[in-house]
């Protein structure tokens, strides 16, 4: 409790999907290099930490702040990757967990012009293989960036083709038979026409088959209707801007279907967004985290590309590009702090440093998180309890 009255070493949490669940997360950006403020034996109290928000309870029996996290390289430029023809990762832009299925972790690897898909054991990666590259007719990819799957939809892929200007959908994980098709955009024609999509990032699907798209050259997020060949403004203007209504080059978001919101990387203004799915358009948004320039203290972000919210909506995970670390930024806070990556924001290779970090994605029980680290070409994973 007094470590929590320290606003520097509050570190706290507890997973309310998940009973009897004390969980370990970092501390002030400011103080990693500090000893522990307070000692506590949490062996004799583990009751307390389950029952008292206000009490946390740490894996080395004390409170205070921690270093940054070191991952493990699970997936990299060396690794085979069955039915390709190329070897390893190159320049991966996307990470999800397909938790629909088998917690299969699905990659775009941006670079080679493909999409993977492989399992991890924690003590063995497996089943390392290719999803998408081309299919009949000479067809393929221009330059996939990110993916999507519904939990309602099992094995149903939806890529966002950023230069080829469209989103593709891929049924059963395979490209075979039906072959992939664009459910959204004109292949190869960009334009700012509700039929038409400039540089699309990243996508979601709601329950209902909708699409969501942030249009990043158009400044814009778009709607789809299942089977729909246009789509509805829902989020921008359509031109940059950095007010509340506008964005400047949307890349990252996260749809929170639950409770009508979709969160927005507006990765120019160096903040994250969060709209009402039920605010129409102009639609004015609310400011989560950043927005007070760019920059490396805790209150600030440059230039993030990808976030992910924990079950309960209350912490969102920001691949914070521009500074070469992942933040993670509770709900409603004014500051975030800096899980993995270099302190002063400096690119490197080391398991505790980044170049270029563009994804982020929590497993299912939320214990791991992995990263797409684009130019160090791998996926890290980082164990956070």
Same mark, same amino acid.
Do not use: L
């Given at each position: 409790m007094l470590c929590n009255n320290d606003i520097s070493c509050r570190i706290y949490d507890i997973n309310a999907l998940l009973l009897n669940q004390c969980r370990l997360f970092q501390g002030d950006i400011n103080l990693h290099a500090q000893s522990p403020i307070l000692g506590s034996p949490c062996q004799q109290n583990m009751s307390m930490c389950r029952e008292d928000i206000n009490y946390t309870c740490l894996r080395f029996n004390q409170c205070g702040p921690l270093k940054v996290l070191e991952g493990t390289t699970i997936v990299d430029g060396n690794t085979v990757i069955a039915k390709s023809v190329t070897v390893g990762l190159s320049g991966p832009t996307s990470i999800l967990v397909n938790k629909t299925v088998d917690n299969a972790i699905i990659v775009v690897d941006s670079? $080679?012009?493909?999409v993977i898909s492989f399992h991890d054991d924690v003590s063995n990666i497996s089943n390392v293989t290719l999803v998408a590259k081309n299919w009949t007719g000479g067809n393929m990819f221009n330059t996939p960036y990110t993916a999507f799957i519904h939990s309602s939809q099992k094995s149903v892929l939806y890529v966002t083709d950023y $230069?080829?200007?469209?989103? $593709?959908?891929?049924?059963?994980?395979?490209?075979?038979?039906?072959?992939?098709?664009v459910v959204a955009g004109v292949k190869g024609s960009f334009g700012n026409g509700t039929n038409k999509l400039y540089y699309p990032y990243r996508i979601a699907v709601d329950s209902a088959g909708n699409l969501y798209i942030t249009d990043s050259r158009n400044h814009r997020v778009m709607r789809y209707a299942a089977n729909a060949t246009s789509g509805v403004m829902i989020a921008g203007t359509g031109t940059s801007g950095s007010d509340s209504l506008s964005l400047n080059r949307p890349y990252g978001m996260y749809l929170d279907e639950d409770n009508s919101y979709i969160y927005v990387v507006d990765a120019l203004n160096s903040r994250i967004q969060r709209f009402s799915l039920s605010g129409g358009s102009p639609n004015?948004?609310?400011?989560?985290?950043g927005g007070n320039g760019n920059g490396l203290d805790n209150n600030q972000l440059y230039l993030p590309f990808d976030i992910c919210l924990t079950k309960n909506k209350r912490t969102m995970y920001i691949a914070d590009t521009g500074n070469n670390r992942i933040v993670r930024w509770n709900i409603g806070e004014a500051s975030g702090v800096n899980i993995a990556g270099d302190v002063n924001g400096n690119s490197g290779s080391s398991a505790s440093m980044f170049d270029q970090p563009y994804s982020v994605a929590l497993n299912d029980n939320e214990t791991f998180l992995y990263v797409a680290d684009k130019t160090n070409s791998r996926i890290i994973r980082f164990e956070l309890i």
């Open positions: 670079a $080679y012009g493909q $230069y080829g200007h469209c989103v $593709y959908k891929i049924d059963n994980m395979q490209v075979v038979s039906p072959v992939p098709n004015n948004g609310t400011t989560v985290a």
